[in-house]
C-alpha cells in the first residue's frame, strides 16, 4: 500500500481557505486517493474521493495533479467546527485499500 | 453516505471477562469489513479484514484468538474481546466497504466503541 504523508498539525482563522497536501510518491495505478475527517471519540468521516484531477462536492475540493504523486484537499472558509484530524489514505478499489492510517493531519481552526 | 452503525458505544467489563461489540451497515450489504483500535491521540490501528462467511484476516501482531471476529451476513460484524484485560482498553472502530459505481470502493466508518476494562 502507498505510504503517505501528511504535516502533523496546521492552524487557521475562520473563514480562511485551508489546503492540506498529502504526498503519496508510491501510489499505484489503480489506487484512488481518500481523504477523512475525525473527531475526538468519532468514527473518521468520508470526506472526499478522487482518481486524477479535481473533485469537489457540497464540503470540500481535492487537487490530484497529473502524476498523481500529492493530492490537496482544500476547505473553502472554515469554521471553529473543522477543528479536527484530516487523514489522507491510499489504495485500490478492489482492496478497499484495507485503510492503514497514517498520523494524519490535526487542524486547529481559532476565531 | 453509507451509514455504518456500532453498539455499544461504551462499554466497561471487568478484567479477565468477554465483550461482544457489534458493527452494522445499516442500508446496504458490506462484503468486507475492518476492524481497528485506536489509543488517545493516536491513529487508527488496523486489526483484521472480515469477509463475509470466511475467517477474517488479521494484521500482524493482533491475538486471534483474543479477538474473534465473525462476519456472518453482509451487514453485520462482531468483534468480541476474550480474557479483556486492562490494557485491551482502547476506542474500536469498525467500517464497511461499499463498491462505488464508477469509482473505487469506499469505506465508511461505524461512531466508534470504547472499551474500559478494570
Known amino acids: 500500500l502507498a505510504k503517505t504523508t501528511q504535516p502533523i498539525s496546521m492552524d487557521s482563522y475562520e473563514g480562511q481557505e485551508v489546503n492540506i497536501t498529502c504526498s503519496h510518491n508510491n501510489i499505484a495505478t489503480n489506487d484512488y486517493i481518500t481523504w477523512y475527517q475525525q473527531f475526538p471519540s468519532q468514527g473518521p468521516r468520508f470526506i472526499i474521493q478522487g482518481y486524477k484531477t479535481k473533485v469537489t462536492n457540497e464540503v470540500a475540493s481535492l487537487f490530484i495533479p497529473a502524476d498523481r504523486k500529492s493530492s490537496t484537499l482544500s476547505l473553502p472558509r472554515v469554521s471553529l467546527s473543522d477543528t479536527a484530524v484530516y487523514y489522507c489514505l491510499v489504495g485500490d478499489s478492489d482492496s478497499g485499500y484495507a485503510l492503514n492510517f497514517g498520523k494524519g493531519t490535526s487542524l486547529l481552526v481559532t476565531p | 453516505g453509507a451509514v455504518v452503525s456500532q453498539h455499544p458505544s461504551r462499554v466497561i467489563c471487568k478484567s479477565g471477562t468477554s465483550v461482544k461489540i457489534e458493527c452494522r451497515s445499516l442500508?446496504?450489504?458490506?462484503?468486507?469489513m475492518f476492524w481497528y483500535r485506536q489509543f488517545p491521540k493516536q491513529s487508527l490501528m488496523l486489526m483484521a479484514t472480515?469477509?463475509?462467511?470466511?475467517?477474517?484476516?488479521?494484521e500482524q501482531g493482533v491475538e486471534k484468538d483474543k479477538f474473534l471476529i465473525n462476519h456472518a451476513s453482509l451487514t453485520l460484524s462482531t468483534l468480541t474481546v476474550t480474557s479483556a484485560h486492562p490494557e485491551d482498553s482502547s476506542f474500536y472502530i469498525c467500517?464497511?466497504?461499499?463498491?462505488?459505481?464508477?469509482?473505487?470502493?469506499?469505506?465508511?466508518f461505524g461512531e466508534g466503541s470504547w472499551l474500559t476494562v478494570v
Open positions: 472480515s469477509n463475509e462467511g470466511s475467517k477474517a484476516t488479521y
Open positions: 442500508d446496504f450489504q458490506a462484503t468486507t
Open positions: 467500517s464497511a466497504s461499499i463498491r462505488g459505481k464508477s469509482s473505487g470502493n469506499t469505506i465508511y
